[in-house]
């Protein structure tokens, strides 16, 4: 599935699957520029700022967070 938005093609096929979401049928991905997107159910794709994703990392996926941007200081 290839959606452009605002001037950034973003490409299922080319990017890497970061988080599947089984509960709600989302998939999280990263391109190979790292900008991460997220493709919905309905088909949308929803660009996510590096922000974003590692909120959505820290709470569904602490392992994968870890992998792609390191290890979090402690509380």
Do not use: C
């Not at 190979?32 to 309905?42: I, S, V």
Request: glycine content about 6%; hydrophobic content about 30%; aromatic content about 12%.
């Amino acid at each position: 599935m290839q959606r452009v938005i605002n001037g950034l093609l973003y490409d299922t096929k080319n990017a890497t699957v970061v988080h599947t979401d089984q509960n709600n049928n989302r998939v999280l991905y990263v391109t190979e520029n790292n900008n991460f997107f997220m493709l919905y159910p309905n088909g949308e794709i929803v660009p996510k700022t590096e922000q974003s994703t590692k909120d959505y990392l820290g709470k569904y996926n602490v392992e994968k967070y870890i992998e792609l941007f390191g290890e979090p200081q402690e509380a």
